[in-house]
């Protein structure tokens, strides 16, 4: 293919240009499909599940199941409730483990649904089953490794740890004028600092590769487990080489 060639892009579908006195309900121009408008309670189409390790007060190490999350480059954003323990921990000692789930420990992750490690349980979560559990550890059965560049304990049951620290704490759909104190979901903005994985999941001739055909991850669907699939469509995304993306960065402490 030409070079010329490679950088056309093919035609997009036309659409309704959106301006401000056209609403958004006129810009379907024709239909496509039987979609029908729904309201949700949840929006949780599916994500991967993390067990993230946060420092308690007394210096223990508190697990949160989660999956309100993405990566980009070395960021991570978190959604955490903001009455939770763990949102609790992160705002007093800005460091963490996500320690990413896979099909293989569900059952310890399922442990820790309906368990805080806030002693003072809210009603919402009371009424919903939640109990206070101190030792998340011992009730997922799960094991505590040290970590290198952060204090809160990685899960060793866990293939892929990924160390960071908070760098920012977002109130999230706050309306201007709250008071962003009074926030019920917050969006932690992290920083990784160091990556783990099991061998296992290693790309074969790669020292800094993860092989997505290896590394399957647990994900969360409308409150259900799932796994992955095998791969679906060649990508074109993926013709491009991973170390385009690698941006210098500065030493962190070891
Ligand atoms: C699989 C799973 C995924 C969850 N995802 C989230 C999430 O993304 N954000 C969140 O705030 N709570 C999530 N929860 C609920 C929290 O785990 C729950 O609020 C828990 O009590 C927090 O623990 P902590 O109070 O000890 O920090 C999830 C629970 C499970 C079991």
């Known amino acids: 293919m030409s070079d010329s060639r490679r950088n056309v892009l093919p035609a997009r579908p036309s659409v309704v240009p959106m301006t401000s ?15 029908v408008t729904v ?12 067990l993230l390790s946060s420092l308690n007060e007394d210096g223990s190490t508190n697990l949160m199941p989660m999956s309100s999350v993405f990566w980009l480059g070395r960021s991570a954003v978190l959604g955490i409730g903001a009455r939770s323990q763990t949102a609790r921990n992160l705002r007093r000692h800005q460091e963490l483990v996500m320690n990413l789930a896979s099909p293989a ?22 009424c919903a089953g939640y109990v206070y559990a101190p030792d998340k550890f011992a ?3 799960l094991t505590p490794l040290g970590s290198a560049t952060v204090s809160p304990q990685r899960v060793a049951e866990c293939q ?8 920012e704490i977002h109130p999230l759909g706050a309306q201007p004028g709250d008071d962003p104190d009074a926030a019920r979901q917050l969006a932690v903005e992290a920083e990784v600092t160091r990556v783990w994985v099991d061998p296992a999941v290693r790309l074969a001739g ?12 647990l994900i969360l669907s409308f409150q259900r487990f799932y796994g992955l699939g095998p791969e ?18 500065a030493p962190v402490r070891a």
């Open 206 to 217: 790669h020292a800094d590769r993860i092989d997505p055909d290896r590394w399957r991850p």
């Open 105 to 126: 420990v569900v059952h310890h992750v399922d442990r820790l649904a309906l368990t805080t490690g806030r002693a003072d349980v809210s009603p919402w979560k009371a």
């Open 21 to 35: 006195a056209s609403p958004v309900t006129e810009q379907v121009t024709e239909p496509v499909g039987e979609h």
């Open 160 to 167: 892929v740890h990924l160390e960071a620290v908070v760098r």
């Open 39 to 50: 309201d949700p309670a949840i929006l949780y189409f599916g994500t991967p599940v993390v």
């Open 232 to 249: 679906v469509h060649p990508s074109r995304l993926a013709t491009i080489d991973e170390d385009h993306y690698r941006v210098p960065r």
């Open 139 to 141: 009730v997922a059965g």
